[in-house]
């Protein structure tokens, strides 16, 4: 079946957004491990200093855990969906965030290059047309040094992680999405995840990319094996890609 990609996507998420919120809170682990991904920045001080990027940043659950790894960061979020973001606009906890609703595709008509200490992507990458292009957007905005933390559905490649994916995704992640009128954009969330890199796959990318010190950090509960946190920072280096 046909992935969801640019308006069509961000119409989805717009409709989704109602219940997003909740939807992401009956999944056991959702915001601990993003807070886990965040932390694993690694922002000294908690983040004093530092101007950091929510890449996809949605109803604000990536950007509330960024925060809580970085209290005294400056925060830039931004995202396609309108729906999205008016959630997120509306968390007195992110009322100190800057919000831009562009796609990231747009990055450089927005953002200022070499601007961002750190970069945060939250269940974004997969749903990208073309996921290189952004990484090398990426390391443009990011200074010397800067640390990206992308954390993603990203299957092991063994075929019980798979069968995993599968089966709570059947069972329960589209049956929830069809009962909140979302049954696309949760068909979308299953496909997308299997359709996009491995873990190995998505490491290899960012080293193509240009990232130096690539880590594929694992993550517990149900996602282990399924979901991982992607640490590289990045370096004044072209990538390998031709
Ligand atoms: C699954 S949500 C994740 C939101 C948030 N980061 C979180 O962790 O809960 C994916 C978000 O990426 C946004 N998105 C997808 N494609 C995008 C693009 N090309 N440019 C900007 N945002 C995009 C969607 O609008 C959506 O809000």
Same mark, same amino acid.
């Given at each position: 079946?046909?992935?969801?990609?640019?308006?069509?996507?961000?119409?989805?998420?717009?409709?989704?957004?109602?219940?997003?919120?909740?939807?992401?809170?009956?999944?056991?682990?959702?915001?601990?491990?993003?807070?886990?991904?965040?932390?694993?920045?690694?922002?000294?001080?908690?983040?004093?200093?530092?101007?950091?990027?929510?890449?996809?940043?949605?109803?604000?659950?990536?950007?509330?855990?960024?925060?809580?790894?970085?209290?005294?960061?400056? &925060?830039?979020?931004?995202?396609?969906?309108?729906?999205?973001?008016?959630?997120?606009?509306?968390?007195?906890?992110?009322?100190?965030?800057?919000?831009?609703?562009? $796609?990231v595709e747009?990055?450089?008509?927005?953002?200022?290059?070499?601007?961002?200490?750190?970069?945060?992507?939250?269940?974004?990458?997969?749903?990208l047309d073309d996921p290189d292009r952004t990484l090398d957007l990426?390391?443009?905005?990011?200074?010397?040094?800067?640390?990206?933390?992308?954390?993603?559905?990203?299957?092991?490649?063994?075929?019980?992680?798979?069968?995993? @994916?599968?089966?709570?995704?059947?069972? &329960?992640?589209?049956?929830?999405?069809?009962?909140?009128?979302?049954?696309?954009?949760?068909?979308?969330?299953?496909?997308?995840?299997?359709?996009?890199?491995?873990?190995?796959?998505?490491?290899?990318?960012?080293?193509?990319?240009?990232?130096?010190?690539?880590?594929?950090?694992?993550? $517990?509960? @149900?996602?282990?094996?399924?979901?991982?946190?992607?640490?590289?920072?990045?370096?004044?280096?072209?990538?390998?890609?031709?």
């Amino acid at each position: 079946m046909t992935l969801l990609r640019g308006d069509a996507l961000s119409a989805a998420f717009d409709h989704g957004s109602t219940t997003y919120d909740r939807l992401v809170a009956a999944s056991p682990g959702y915001h601990a491990h993003l807070r886990r991904s965040a932390r694993r920045l690694g922002l000294a001080d908690g983040g004093r200093g530092l101007h950091v990027l929510d890449l996809g940043c949605g109803t604000g659950a990536s950007t509330a855990a960024l925060l809580a790894a970085a209290p005294h960061a400056r &925060i830039t979020g931004i995202d396609a969906s309108a729906g999205m973001l008016d959630r997120a606009m509306a968390k007195s906890g992110l009322a100190g965030v800057d919000f831009v609703h562009a $796609p990231v595709e747009e990055l450089a008509d927005r953002l200022r290059p070499a601007s961002f200490d750190a970069v945060f992507a939250g269940y974004l990458f997969r749903n990208l047309d073309d996921p290189d292009r952004t990484l090398d957007l990426v390391r443009d905005l990011l200074v010397p040094d800067g640390r990206l933390a992308v954390h993603e559905y990203t299957l092991s490649g063994s075929p019980v992680h798979r069968a995993v @994916w599968n089966a709570v995704c059947s069972v &329960i992640i589209q049956p929830a999405g069809r009962l909140a009128g979302d049954a696309d954009l949760y068909r979308h969330l299953r496909d997308s995840v299997v359709r996009f890199d491995t873990a190995p796959a998505f490491a290899h990318r960012l080293r193509r990319a240009g990232f130096a010190d690539v880590r594929v950090l694992p993550l $517990p509960g @149900w996602q282990a094996g399924i979901t991982h946190t992607f640490v590289g920072r990045a370096t004044a280096e072209q990538g390998l890609r031709p």
